[in-house]
């Protein structure tokens, strides 16, 4: 290949100014219509660069090709990000300010000062001094998750065209919207994508790789409690909010809560809490790596609402579970190539992988049980959905290497038949 030429500062900074905010209280698909307005530019510069069947459909999702420039019958390699910004943080009005040669120091963010990005609070800095460092301005989020991902993909297409000697089978590439909150893959059309194997590039610190994740569920404990006058309710009145708040008492506290585990260790986690005298509700989510142990937790919490319900004489409970995602290694350890190329990829690159669990869920999870095995590779991105928000350049430009490496190690170990 000849010397890179890589594009992805310059895309990335372009793309942060797009307001692309998903809306978790919308159902339409994107939650928001502004993702659009990206992904037809996306659109239009894969067309320009001569990726001639770039399109988005109805839904808000990207979907282009570039060909097979080899003889050998290579599996089709799919590269996915996502368009989308977390709701968490504002995504308006974003002002990217590029660092160069960082040297260290806090960096103030200029629109507020109170924002301050230092390797205090950010020990993975210290690893970067001397990178081009890129941030916000102080009143916005980024935007690098997962907008440094699509700039590294289009930078991926934009060296893959230009270096027709690389040596590569048919390429993918998928934009979503919506990750964000959680529908990222909801209405993708796997037949239209054709992939056999995927990478997302939705990670963060140079080197790493992961290729599991929690797997998920949804829990809705319900009490049922017995109304009467306030006035004159002795024997008679069983108020499900109070059974509802013993129940939370009884909940551990020093360990299968987010507050007190790592690694990987799961935890039940109380998200919403509703009710009155009649009914009350609480809605966990349980995660766990090994997929088998959602159900004990969600055990646990059925014995602890037992035990709430047997300290109210009259009221009774109700608990409902629902699956949301799996563990993606439970796929790729059926296809063990998909992360021995992409470690390989990352050797070739001068880099040494390392393996890392994800504690959440991504889109590669789902695709992975979609058919399409998707681990997930680095970016850069840091910080995420906050105001201190960073990027390295210089992480983007070797996630794009370790892409070069990958599409030819896939071609390299395909055979000629």
């Known amino acids: 290949m000849t010397e890179p030429v890589y594009s992805v500062a310059s895309r990335l900074m372009r793309y942060v100014q797009i307001d692309t905010t998903a809306d978790p209280n919308s159902e339409t698909t994107p939650s928001s219509m502004k993702q659009k307005n990206l992904s037809n530019l996306l659109v239009k510069e894969l067309l320009e660069m001569g990726v001639s069947d770039a399109h988005m459909d109805d839904h808000g999702y990207v979907y282009a090709s570039i060909p097979s420039n080899t003889t050998k019958q290579t599996p089709v390699i799919c590269f996915c990000s996502h368009v ?33 990005i230092s390797t205090k609070q950010h020990p993975y800095l210290k690893e970067r001094i001397g990178d081009d460092l890129i941030t916000a301005s102080g009143t916005t989020l980024l935007g690098a998750d997962d907008k440094a991902g699509v700039a590294i993909i289009m930078n991926l297409a934009e060296m893959l065209i230009k270096n027709p000697h690389v040596k590569h089978g048919t390429i993918r590439i998928l934009f979503t919207p919506d990750e964000e909150i959680g529908r990222g893959v909801n209405k993708v059309d796997m037949k239209k994508l054709g992939a056999d194997f995927g990478y997302t590039l939705d990670g963060g610190e140079r080197g790493t790789l992961e290729g599991e994740n929690f797997s998920a569920d949804a829990c809705i404990v319900t009490f049922y409690g017995t109304s009467a006058h306030p006035g004159y309710a002795k024997g008679k009145m069983v108020n499900a909010q109070k059974v509802a708040a013993y129940f939370m008492s009884l909940l551990p506290l020093d360990k299968l809560c987010p507050e007190s585990t790592e690694g990987y260790e799961g935890f039940v986690h109380p998200v919403h809490m509703s009710g009155e005298l009649e009914q009350a509700k609480v809605q966990f989510i349980i995660r766990d790596f090994v997929t088998a142990q959602l159900q004990t937790h969600a055990h646990m919490l059925e014995e602890l609402a037992q035990k709430a319900v047997a300290a109210f004489p009259g009221s009774h409970a109700k608990i409902e579970v629902t699956e949301q995602y799996r563990n993606m290694k439970e796929m790729l350890d059926a296809k063990p190539q998909v992360m021995q190329n992409a470690i390989e990829s990352y050797r070739r690159a001068g880099l040494n992988p390392v393996l890392k669990n994800i504690r959440g869920g991504t889109d590669g999870s789902r695709l992975s049980y979609m058919g399409m095995p998707c681990p997930n590779i680095f970016t850069g991105e840091m910080a995420i959905h906050s105001k201190q928000e960073y990027v390295s350049v210089q992480d983007m430009q070797k996630a794009v290497d370790v892409c070069i490496e990958l599409v030819q190690v896939w071609e390299q170990q395909s055979s000629n038949e």
């Open 84 to 116: 989308d910004t977390a709701p968490d943080c504002s995504g308006t009005g974003v002002k990217p300010i590029l660092h160069k040669n960082w040297d260290g120091s806090d960096i103030v963010l200029p629109d507020d000062t109170t924002v301050i």
